[in-house]
């Protein structure tokens, strides 16, 4: 029973297969109801919904099926998840700053070289950070389903069918965290995406680039040497970035007025 996978139909469109648990997941967040047609896979005996005895009256409400999102001028048909896991947003928070923090320390050079030097403030190498780890982070979740911070945390990203995302998908996902989830770096307008971003985690259970995407997060248990790690790298990185913070003051107050005489 718990091997069986369904395909259903929503306006003559089929979808699926899914598993029993990724049915009644799409029961509750009213993608299907009770008169949505369903099959076994293999099988061509359509049935609705509420006919299908392995789903129980507590299983199927009386919700409408939700409104389908536009994705480039076409309706988005792919399953939309909403994990059953408690969505941990702190956790998704300090992965994703401990993976700036990473890529920064890599790459804070390349992007001071290339910056015209009346550009040079802290704010504009951070804003850069954060867009060049777009590409970077797209590679890792369509490699790993994973970046470093993700790996620590105990967090991965994929299709409800466990497969990686393309990097086609995944560079979408990343430029969607990039302006609504960190607002492209931009003060003031960062924050207030964060906190938008984290209470509709937290309301929604599921993030509005991963609702468009129909992305399953997983998240796993923090075990003692993670968190042993992620303690050790945040306080040996802000002591590495708070000195090279003061590098860029000191660098910017003597080199910039010689650059104007």
């Known amino acids: 029973m718990g091997n069986q996978k369904w395909l259903y139909r929503i306006d ?12 009644k997941s799409l029961i509750e967040i009213g993608r299907v109801g009770p008169q949505t047609p369903i099959t076994e896979e293999g099988s061509e005996n359509w049935i609705s919904l509420e006919d299908a005895h392995i789903f129980t009256h507590g299983d199927i409400d009386q919700k409408e099926p939700m409104v389908r999102e536009k ?7 792919r399953l939309v998840e909403r994990s059953l896991d408690v969505p941990h947003p702190w956790h998704r928070f300090w992965a994703r ?12 050079k390349f992007f001071i070289y290339i910056l ?15 867009f060049g780890w777009v590409f970077v982070e797209a590679m890792f979740l369509c490699t790993w389903k994973k970046t470093l911070g993700k790996w620590l945390f105990n967090i991965s990203v994929e299709h409800q069918n466990g ?3 393309t990097y086609r998908d995944a560079l979408a996902r990343s430029f969607s965290v990039w302006w609504l989830g960190v607002g492209a770096g931009i003060p003031v307008v960062s924050l207030i995406t964060m906190i938008v ?22 998240h796993g248990k923090l075990s003692w040497w993670r968190i042993s790690i992620i303690t050790v790298l945040y306080v040996l990185l802000g002591y590495i970035f708070l000195t090279v913070n003061v590098w860029i003051v000191q660098y910017t107050m003597t080199i910039l007025p010689k650059l104007w005489v």
Request: glycine share 6%; net charge neutral.
């Open 197 to 218: 971003g984290c209470v509709k985690l937290s309301n929604n259970r599921i993030t509005t680039w991963d609702n468009k995407g129909a992305y399953k997060i997983t």
């Open 116 to 130: 015209p030097l009346h550009f040079m403030s802290s704010h504009m190498v951070l804003m850069s950070i954060i």
């Open 12 to 23: 003559d469109k089929q979808f699926g297969p899914v598993t029993t648990e990724e049915m």
């Open 163 to 165: 497969q990686r995302l």
């Open 71 to 77: 994705k480039d001028g076409f309706e988005n048909q």
């Open 97 to 108: 700053i401990l993976d700036y923090m990473i890529f920064a320390f890599f790459f804070s």
